[in-house]
């Protein structure tokens, strides 16, 4: 089936640790992207890649890093400098502009 | 001026009635808009997208975009509690790859 897979579903993180969060894809879409929700929130865009090896900052970027080195694959790592990370991560892809974006399941976040 | 409002929650509709979300954007230019529900605790999942003037239909679900007066809504005919979500509107601006998301209005089907 095609899909997005997230992964891990849940995951902790220890005071100063840095932590990666896995996006894979197999619908052959260009873009991805990263959000942030917070409990009874709205979606935040961290970060969003319109090709491989390209990616651009969103709203709420710092404390965060990406690399899209291959098309199917967007990961998003979660630095220490990010204070506040306790979060539900959204990972989302669509196949060109104007198309409608997609949704992995997500990963819950949470401070240990 | 956030660049997507949506009407402000909880809507609250009986099992069987029309349900009415509203949502106006702020750049004239945007070309393509969605609509997705999330259940509480899951993801979003895409319901509908319209990109031209007038309503589209899709089952017990109404899409209308008015370009001019900037706002498009989702109706939700004969709604049941299955629909109780929270459904976020999301507008995709003229040439950008990024789409601007509403804060959502979370909707309460009674039974």
């Known amino acids: 089936d095609g899909g997005i897979t997230q992964s891990p579903k849940y995951l902790f993180r220890k005071e100063g640790q840095n932590v990666t969060l896995s996006c894979e894809q197999n619908l052959n879409h260009d873009a991805m992207y990263w959000y942030r929700q917070d409990p009874g929130q709205g979606l935040r865009l961290i970060y969003y890649?319109?090709?491989?090896?390209?990616?651009q900052k969103g709203d709420i970027a710092e404390g965060y890093s990406v690399s899209r080195e291959k098309k199917e694959s967007f990961p998003l790592t979660v630095t220490s400098a990010q204070k506040n990370p306790t979060a539900f991560y959204l990972c989302?892809?669509?196949?060109?502009?104007?198309?409608?974006?997609?949704f992995g399941d997500g990963t819950r976040l949470s401070i240990l | 001026q956030k660049e997507v409002e949506q009407n402000s929650g909880p809507l609250s509709v009986p099992e069987g009635a029309i349900a009415s979300l509203n949502c106006t954007y702020s750049d004239r230019g945007s070309q393509s808009f969605f609509w997705y529900r999330q259940y509480s605790g899951k993801s979003p999942e895409l319901i509908m997208f319209?990109?031209?003037?007038g309503d589209k239909e899709d089952g017990r679900f109404t899409a209308q975009l008015n370009k001019a007066s900037q706002y498009v809504s989702l109706l939700i005919r004969d709604s049941q509690p299955s629909d109780s979500a929270t459904y976020l509107c999301?507008?995709?601006?003229?040439?950008?790859?990024?789409?601007?998301f509403g804060a959502g209005t979370t909707v309460t089907v009674r039974a």
């Open positions: 319209i990109y031209s003037n």
């Open positions: 890649s319109q090709i491989v090896n390209d990616f």
């Open positions: 999301a507008v995709n601006m003229a040439n950008d790859y990024k789409l601007s």
């Open positions: 989302a892809s669509r196949q060109s502009l104007n198309q409608p974006q997609h």
